[in-house]
């Protein structure tokens, strides 16, 4: 019996792309004669016609399904419901912007066959390529971040590294098991063990439309991403807090005693409003990180469904809806 490799697709605004992902994937899966194989597009609430053009796929080739979230939830949400739809022995996670080179399929299948691997992610070995050269504030935004989240979490994550990974069913099953709805999936990869390597590869561009992730969901992306594995921010704004105190009180006995001592006047209200300033930052810093934390914790208590499905269709159903019609 065949096993089968599934491929997990998220999708948001990728109308340009679909065409052009489907046609290059397809050719290079049809290589793979001793497995089957079937792609699963979620369409994550995009705004152009990228559910059109699956709904087109999908009526061509019996290897495709689509699922049609109600919403945009989020590509952590898409790739979830991807996973729970995916039925193959071996799953990849890729992105459909085609930045996730599909020859390196064949090498993560290679370790885990023939080296014993149970996951095989993928990294960027570059971040700057001819017609294709990330800012130098991203790309150093990028490697604090990796070195931040690294330093206060017990969970390594591997710098640069992407979501295009293929997994064994077991890797799968586990991340299913994972009914959280805060994710950051760079750290469930990694939080749920087994025995992982990456592959390295150049900065792919974009062949069509442009990248959804914008600085700021970046940054929100980043936030998600180390509160949801260290409370140690919490713990350095506590520390924070009893340095500034200590150095006030400090502060406070000098003044009192120059005051005794040498008859020195108070300094005046500028040194006061500074003070007032640098303790009252530190206060809404700590309020902040705290809110943070609180606001997930609120997010998880309601217990509602991380995604919901509008639709999911596949080949059969395209053309029965359409006889209907």
């Given at each position: ?70 919403r945009n939830f989020g590509k952590e949400s898409a ?121 390295g590869y150049e900065n792919v561009s974009r062949k ?63 040194t006061i409003v500074s003070l007032i300033l640098f ?47």
């Amino acid at each position: 019996m065949q096993e089968t490799i599934t491929l997990v697709v998220p999708c948001f605004n990728e109308e340009k792309m679909i065409p052009l992902f489907y046609q290059e994937i397809s050719e290079y899966l049809s290589q793979f004669k001793k497995y089957h194989y079937e792609i699963i597009f979620v369409n994550d609430g995009s705004k152009d016609n990228t559910w059109l053009e699956l709904r087109k796929l999908i009526n061509t080739d019996a290897h495709l399904k689509a699922i049609n979230l109600s919403r945009n939830f989020g590509k952590e949400s898409a790739m979830l419901a991807g996973l729970m739809e995916s039925s193959g022995e071996y799953v990849v996670v890729m992105d459909a912007d085609l930045q996730h080179p599909p020859h390196l399929i064949e090498e993560m299948l290679r370790l885990i066959k023939e080296e014993g691997y149970d996951s095989v992610g993928a990294y960027r070995i570059g971040r700057s390529k001819k017609g294709n050269s990330e800012s130098f504030i991203r790309v150093l935004y990028s490697k604090l971040f990796y070195r931040f989240i690294n330093k206060m979490s017990d969970v390594k994550i591997k710098e640069n590294a992407t979501d295009y990974r293929m997994m064994k069913r077991k890797v799968v099953n586990a991340l299913l098991e994972l009914q959280e709805y805060n994710r950051f999936s760079k750290g469930l990869f990694e939080w749920v063990g087994f025995k992982t390597t990456y592959v390295g590869y150049e900065n792919v561009s974009r062949k069509a439309g442009k990248s959804s992730w914008s600085f700021f969901k970046l940054f929100n992306y980043a936030i998600e991403g180390i509160t949801s594995f260290s409370i140690i921010p919490l713990k350095l704004s506590g520390l924070l807090g009893i340095c500034s105190s200590l150095i006030s009180f400090v502060y406070m006995v000098y003044i009192i005693i120059d005051r005794i001592v040498n008859g020195t006047d108070v300094s005046g209200w500028a040194t006061i409003v500074s003070l007032i300033l640098f303790l009252g930052g530190i206060t809404l810093i700590s309020l902040g990180l705290l809110g943070e934390y609180i606001g997930r914790i609120y997010n998880e208590v309601k217990h509602r469904p991380i995604y919901i499905v509008d639709e999911i269709i596949k080949k059969k159903e395209v053309e029965n809806s359409e006889k209907t019609n």
